[in-house]
């Protein structure tokens, strides 16, 4: 409950329950209106999106005045969800309760996360990449509604199938349910994305020097800053606050590598290799100019890519936080890293409650919903919704504006 109220009463939160934003409306609430339940299964962008079309299914059952609350609210809820996934699932392999809290809090909290992606079901599956990590990890899981979470999860994210290692892994131990429910979620995305189209950002050629910058600018500096700060330490500073990110990040990181046991060593190397595989393929299948260092901003657009990336970074982050014995000189070390750490996350959350970018301010729903009633009042067919961002819009048949 503390979770989805601070994604809803934050000041960016708070906006979004009066703002619709992108796909919410111009894709899957106008397709649930114009044709329930048949479009669940339809690929968009190339992919399936079940669970955020599930949603707008549920949503399409309220009254038009509620839309944007409503998909606000569902993405809140079930980001909180993910949280309560990482917390339970992380007890076996963080001792520290304090650290297994913060890390689900980091799902709710984390600052890259709070901005065009905040409590909007579009971009969902960034979580939902993190929850099902730590779903298919997650030793004594209740097997049917995590079998249903992994499942949705599998036909939500393209990206889901870098997960597959883990799942197979998992073949081998008891409590199987989980793992090929995943997998079957898998085999259906595949198919889809098999048949599917996608139209790309930009042909624009990809430059491996400029997505070496742009990955470690998106996942080790903007864990510790935020996506909005970097514009102001990057061209200031240059690379070097990229070797202090690296620095930062590497310590506890290594300590997790000496001193833990063998599940926490895997768990650390699985989680840097998700951070990084996961940002690289990002920037390559998605590249375009706009998103090399020395634009404007940095690293604002397409910022959702950091999301994932900072949330397995923190994980095998706080794994060698856990892992380092406390009677060696290591842990002075990593002790005082633990505090570094904690005082930069903490300071970028607060940084990032500072920012007026992420607080929407155009059109708001009701306005919209009342302009459209209008046009209806006219006697024409059809109403046009607009919504967040700029330039977005959807329209509907005068029957369902009512």
């Known amino acids: 409950m503390l979770a989805t109220a601070f994604l809803l009463l934050i000041p960016p939160g ?27 299964i339809e690929p968009y962008g190339g992919y399936l999106h079940t669970l955020p079309r599930l949603v707008a299914e549920l949503v399409a059952l309220l009254p038009l005045d509620w839309t944007a609350a409503g998909f606000a609210i569902a993405a809140a809820m079930l980001r909180a969800l993910v949280a309560l996934i990482t917390f339970a699932a992380s007890g076996a392999y963080l001792r520290s309760t304090p650290l297994r809290l913060a890390l689900a809090a980091l799902v709710i909290v984390l600052p890259a996360g709070n901005s065009e992606t905040l409590n909007n079901m579009s971009n969902l599956h960034w979580f939902l990449l993190f929850g099902a990590f730590w779903a298919l990890l997650w030793r004594d899981a209740p097997r049917v509604p995590v079998a249903i979470f992994v499942f949705l999860a599998a036909t939500s994210s393209p990206l889901a199938f870098v997960l597959a290692p883990i799942a197979v892994v998992r073949l081998f131990l008891p409590r199987k349910e989980v793992p090929i429910t995943f997998l079957a979620g898998l085999v259906v995305q595949g198919v889809a994305m ?90 390559v299948l998605n590249w375009a100019a706009i998103l090399q260092v020395q634009q404007p901003e940095v690293v604002m657009a397409g910022q959702r890519y950091s999301i994932a990336p900072c949330l397995f970074l923190f994980t095998a982050i706080f794994v060698g936080l856990d892992a380092t014995p406390a009677k060696t000189w290591e842990r002075a070390v990593v002790g005082g890293s633990r505090y570094l750490i904690g005082f930069l996350v903490v300071v970028s959350v607060f940084w990032h409650l500072q920012e007026p ?44 504006v009512g």
């Not at 009042?377 to 919504?387: F, R």
């Open 14 to 40: 708070w906006a979004r329950l009066d703002h619709l934003w992108a796909e919410d409306g111009a894709r899957f609430y106008v397709d649930a209106v114009r044709s329930p339940l048949t479009t669940v």
């Open 194 to 283: 098999l048949f599917a189209s996608r139209t790309p950002y930009s042909h624009d050629a990809v430059d491996p020097v400029q997505v070496l910058l742009a990955s470690l600018l998106r996942v080790p500096v903007v864990a510790f800053t935020g996506s909005e700060k970097v514009n102001d330490f990057y061209p200031a500073n240059g690379n070097l606050v990229i070797l202090a990110a690296l620095l930062i990040a590497a310590v506890p990181i290594l300590a997790g590598l000496r001193f833990g046991d063998r599940p926490r060593r895997a768990l650390v190397l699985a989680a840097t290799a998700y951070s990084v595989i996961v940002i690289v393929a990002c920037l």
């Open 357 to 400: 970018g992420p607080v929407l301010k155009g059109v708001e729903w009701d306005e919209s919903v009342a302009k459209a009633r209008a046009q209806c009042a006219t006697n024409v067919p059809e109403a046009q919704l607009v919504h967040e961002p700029k330039d977005w819009f959807f329209v509907l048949p005068c029957r369902s």
